[in-house]
């Protein structure tokens, strides 16, 4: 089965055409979020007798799709409730879903960041926060990055010669976006993004946790308003607010020449890291591997090896490291529903 694998994200759209593993082609476009990129997306398009399929990352499925699935008209419909939660990622995945389905008229299907972590334990995915916030507005931790955690627990069973569903690890996604996911018995057990992406780590633009007595004090008391403190938030924190820039290439190459800025983001970068997976590991009853994965986790060997010395409390365990690839797992995800949906 040949697959076409749309992986947009908050800033970049991938583009890979599978076939039983192999990359047959992929495109690197721009912001999906820009008309430009359409554009590109559109030229870049396979013929039509080149695929079976087609696979859509969208970060987050929303409260009710909690597993890969086909899309029709009716899962498209509720899609659209899943916007407002990750407002960066999901609207322009679903103009790009929306702009495909009208190309290619084979079979396409959602394949959700957050439905790896459906299987977050209920004290795991529970705020302590008033009943009618959880019960009537759906506040819970939904967890993100769970492309990239299934591949990564698939590549570190294969690396490891075990099976996935007997390992406890600990998924460090460092990238762009940041998260931290233990996996225990091959399903996610705890991971430091909430109910948006937002939550935990520090990332290229994103703040990670901040205290909300703090954000509440901005917008009581100095006057923020609300769509400034989103902006910040989203788009002027982590890495860049702490150094100017979003790109820890450029940053620890900055430190390493003596700049505070840089070093000082390096460092806090790399506590908020350490902090994380030392939670995530009281989650498991034993680390079996940490992983690394994402562009950071995966190219930045200065950053691995602090965070790695900065786990030395946790004793010695296997460290690996994994290419990301969602586009690989999103075609397995994809493959698995179409084949399943063709039983009788």
Not at 42 to 61: C, F, N, Q, S
Not at 105 to 117: G, K, L, Q, Y
Request: with cysteine.
């Amino acid at each position: 089965m040949r697959v076409f694998a749309v992986n947009a994200g908050s800033s970049s759209l991938k583009l890979s055409l599978l076939e039983e593993g192999r990359t047959l082609e992929e495109h690197a476009l721009g912001d999906p979020a820009q008309p430009e990129t359409l554009q590109a997306l559109e030229a870049a398009l396979p013929p039509r007798d080149a695929v079976d399929a087609v696979a859509h990352r969208i970060v987050h499925g929303g409260p009710h799709l909690h597993a890969t699935v086909v899309v029709d008209d009716a899962v498209r419909a509720q899609l659209d409730a899943a916007a407002e939660l990750a407002p960066l990622h999901v609207p322009p995945a679903l103009r790009i879903l929306d702009l495909l389905r009208s190309r290619l008229a084979v079979p396409h299907v959602a394949c959700f960041d957050t439905a790896f972590h459906a299987s977050l334990p209920e004290p795991a995915r529970t705020y302590a926060v008033p009943r009618e916030w959880r019960e009537v507005h759906g506040v819970r931790r939904y967890g993100f990055h769970g492309l990239s955690c299934a591949w990564s627990l698939h590549r570190a069973a294969a690396q490891l010669g075990r099976p996935p569903q007997e390992l406890q690890i600990v998924v460090a996604h460092l990238g762009a976006g940041a998260s931290v996911t233990a996996i225990r018995d091959g399903h996610s057990a705890d991971t430091s993004m909430g109910f948006t992406p937002l939550e935990g780590l520090v990332m290229a633009r994103r703040s990670g946790s901040v205290d909300p007595g703090a954000l509440l004090w901005l917008l009581l008391s100095r006057g923020v308003a609300a769509d400034a403190m989103s902006s910040a938030l989203e788009n002027e924190s982590g890495l860049l607010g702490l150094a100017g820039s979003a790109d820890m290439r450029d940053i620890l190459q900055r430190a390493a020449a003596g700049d505070a800025d840089a070093a000082l983001a390096r460092d806090v970068f790399v506590h908020r890291a350490c902090a994380s997976i030392a939670a995530m590991a009281a989650s498991l009853h034993r680390v079996d591997a940490l992983v690394f994965t994402g562009g950071i986790g995966e190219h930045a060997d200065d950053v691995r090896e602090r965070i790695c010395t900065g786990l030395t409390v946790l004793g010695d365990m296997e460290v690996l490291v994994v290419q990301a690839r969602e586009d690989l797992q999103m075609a397995r995800e994809a493959e698995q529903v179409l084949r399943a949906a063709r039983r009788p």
